[in-house]
């Protein structure tokens, strides 16, 4: 019987060593996890900034090139405009800018002076 309770306190012994072992082990994992954890959230965060950083700049060059094919598109049809105005001197349109319209006379008491009335 000494024998038997001999081995069962070595049994104890030893599981309380393998339980100790196994409890640090388990503390170890989960400060692990708790890094790993938080650097998924660092990745993640940072990968919507980026994702939403190139969103950005993504509608930015679909908009300059919506402009530029306008601006291209523009400079065809006054091309051809311009060699459909040499064919018959007509001019087909103009700007409407300040440089096509005369520039106002002054008037002012000298005018009127002068007028005889």
């Given at each position: 019987?000494?024998?038997?309770?001999?081995?069962?306190?070595?049994?104890?012994?030893s599981?309380?060593?393998?339980?100790?072992i196994?409890?640090?082990?388990?503390?170890?994992?989960?400060?692990?996890?708790?890094?790993?954890?938080?650097?998924?959230?660092?990745?993640?965060?940072?990968?919507?900034r980026l994702?939403e950083?190139?969103?950005?700049?993504?509608?930015?060059?679909?908009t300059?090139?919506r402009?530029?094919?306008?601006?291209?598109?523009?400079?065809?049809?006054?091309?051809e405009?311009g060699?459909?105005?040499?064919?018959?001197?007509?001019?087909?349109?103009t700007t409407?800018g300040?440089?096509?319209?005369p520039?106002?006379?002054?008037?002012g008491?000298?005018?009127?002076?002068?007028?005889?009335?």
């Amino acid at each position: 019987m000494d024998e038997a309770i001999q081995e069962m306190n070595g049994e104890i012994v030893s599981s309380q060593k393998e339980e100790s072992i196994l409890r640090k082990i388990s503390k170890t994992l989960l400060m692990r996890k708790g890094e790993t954890d938080a650097k998924v959230s660092q990745v993640t965060s940072e990968t919507e900034r980026l994702r939403e950083d190139l969103r950005i700049r993504v509608e930015d060059l679909e908009t300059q090139i919506r402009d530029l094919t306008a601006y291209i598109d523009m400079q065809h049809k006054i091309q051809e405009s311009g060699e459909e105005c040499g064919k018959d001197g007509k001019v087909l349109f103009t700007t409407g800018g300040k440089e096509d319209s005369p520039t106002p006379k002054r008037g002012g008491k000298k005018g009127k002076k002068n007028r005889k009335g």
